[in-house]
């Protein structure tokens, strides 16, 4: 069984920062991707960034240079920095991942229980 585990989501005011972890744990041979949805109220869940495991990266327009995906491989984790935020940044925050339980196995698809975003004054 595999599990994504989130933390680091809160309360913060327009300008202010927030770092969001997610941790993978269960039988896991390889990660080829990690990344972060988010979806606000009524709206669609959308990609925010995603990266892979040889450091390749992608960031939805509406946060690029605010906000920074990176991975510890060594303890099968992301982060997501999130730098200048705005009020239309608050969410629900997902982790996914493409997971490999073994050599003989392809990858499945992986989601955290979500963590709340609220950025408001």
């Known amino acids: 069984q595999v599990q994504l585990v989130e933390s680091g989501g809160g309360l913060v005011q327009p300008g202010g920062s927030l770092r969001l972890s997610c941790a993978a744990s269960?039988?896991?041979?390889?990660?080829?991707?990690m990344g972060w949805y988010r979806q606000a109220p009524g709206k669609q869940r959308e990609l925010v960034a995603r990266?892979?495991?040889?450091?390749?990266?992608d960031y939805a327009d509406f946060v690029k240079g605010r906000f920074t995906i990176s991975r510890d491989n060594a303890k099968n984790t992301v982060y997501l920095q999130m730098t200048s935020l705005k009020p239309e940044d608050t969410a629900v925050y997902y982790c996914?991942?493409?997971?490999?339980?073994?050599?003989?196995?392809?990858?499945?698809?992986?989601w955290g229980q979500g963590t709340q975003v609220t950025v408001s004054s």
């Open positions: 996914n991942a493409d997971i490999v339980r073994g050599w003989a196995y392809g990858p499945d698809n992986y």
């Open positions: 990266t892979t495991g040889r450091a390749s990266t």
């Open positions: 269960g039988s896991i041979f390889r990660i080829p991707s």
